[in-house]
T-cell receptor
């Protein structure tokens, strides 16, 4: 079936560096999401994105975070600069946008900030 | 704001016994969409069930759940647990009554099925 792919599966970087997490959503999907899960805690919404714009973001979506999907390519989450508390698994999700359809999730990217 | 509560962090069952994982929610919106996701380690969380209309049961892969707006619940059930059911189960509520909005996840229930 259709899948959301996330690249890389694991990223290790030094605090203060920039990181870009890549998501390849399902091809006909229109809505895109990022969620963050700190180890041992629940998954929490960061941002959703539609038609080239951020629709909604949570208070976890700090000023150092940005998202884009240039020319229908990867949907990316960029963190610049990174902080220790950014260490988490980041899940990308996409949805076709019909009203009762739940988003399809990727496997997540584990980000370790040292 | 909207929220989801899963009261059990860990449920351990013997194979063949019935499964019931609790999920209650809070929302001010009358149109609530609830979901159950299953998450196996190192895989994507995938959708197991979504809610239908009030008091209507939905079923998939032997699991079922009924949305009860009167009690704000969407408990997950299965008549007979299998070893392969061992996984982390998340209940999620769609924000503001629309499936397009953010999902509010519960803390998750780890189900372990033993022989």
């Amino acid at each position: 079936g259709p899948k959301v792919l996330q690249i890389p599966s694991h990223q290790i970087i030094d605090m203060g560096q920039m990181v870009t997490l890549n998501c390849d959503p399902v091809s006909n999907h229109l809505y895109f999401y990022w969620y963050k899960q700190i180890l041992g805690q629940q998954m929490e919404f960061l941002v959703n994105f539609y038609n080239g714009k951020v629709m909604e973001k949570s208070k976890l979506f700090k000023d150092q975070f940005s998202v884009e999907r240039p020319d229908g390519s990867y949907f990316t989450l960029k963190i610049q600069p990174t902080a220790l508390e950014d260490s988490a698994v980041y899940f990308c999700a996409s949805s076709a946008g019909t009203d009762n359809q739940a988003p399809l999730f990727g496997e997540g990217t584990r980000l370790s900030v040292l | 704001g909207d929220s989801v509560t899963q009261t059990e962090g860990l449920v351990t069952l013997t194979e063949g016994l019935p499964v019931m994982l609790n999920c209650t929610y809070q929302t001010i919106y009358s149109n609530a969409f609830l979901f159950w996701y299953v998450h196996y380690l190192n895989e994507s969380p995938w959708l197991l069930l979504r809610s239908s209309t009030d008091n209507k049961r939905t079923e998939h892969q032997g699991f079922h759940a009924t949305l009860h707006k009167s009690s704000s619940s969407f408990h997950l059930q299965k008549s007979s647990a299998q070893l392969s059911d061992s996984a982390l189960y998340y209940c999620a509520l769609s924000d503001r009554g629309s499936a397009l909005g953010r999902l509010h996840f519960g803390a998750g229930t780890q189900l372990i099925v033993i022989p």
